[in-house]
């Protein structure tokens, strides 16, 4: 057997290239490109492989469960922290019922707008690295955002989002907290 002659590039080489996520490639620039792989078995949010409670403060599905929408989370009022990293969620929904809800991690997954935000007045942190953001808007109603993730998206307007400082080179962007 002959060796590779291409050696896989590093994780680190991948992500200094902004290049660490699966889906975030060249190829995805085409929005054809992030439609579902129907090889692919979309976990839902609330099943039995990804179980939700009306106790729960925090929920974290992260990679392997591959889910496609935010759903099921009617009940979970006392909800602070939601992680769903590495998944295949396109569209910010179904956060009607999480009003407490402080922390919103989206990293790496599909989303191509900022909408949906509309329910979580208390939402303090927002990762929305390695999407599909293509603007940051929206976010003017979101009075206790403190900090926003946003890098490795393909940003190339920002308006009305009500934060005083943004790092275009990392993405994140800040508000200064209140006294």
Known sequence: MEPNPKPAASAAAMKKSGKDSGRN??????????????S??????G???CPVSPD???IEYCMIYNIGKI???EKCTKLRRLG?????IKKIEGLDCTPI????ELYDNLVSRLEGLD?????QVLDLSFNKLKKLENLHNLPALRKLFASSNRIHAVSDIGLTAVDRGTGQASRPATA
């Open 25 to 38: 490639s060249p190829a995805d620039d085409n929005d054809e490109e992030a439609k579902d792989d129907p």
């Open 40 to 45: 692919i078995t979309l976990g839902i949010l």
């Open 47 to 49: 099943d039995a492989n």
């Open 56 to 58: 729960d403060t925090e």
């Open 71 to 73: 759903q099921g989370l």
């Open 84 to 88: 769903l990293r590495k998944n295949r």
């Open 101 to 104: 809800l402080e922390e919103l």
């Open 119 to 123: 329910h979580v007045p208390k939402l």
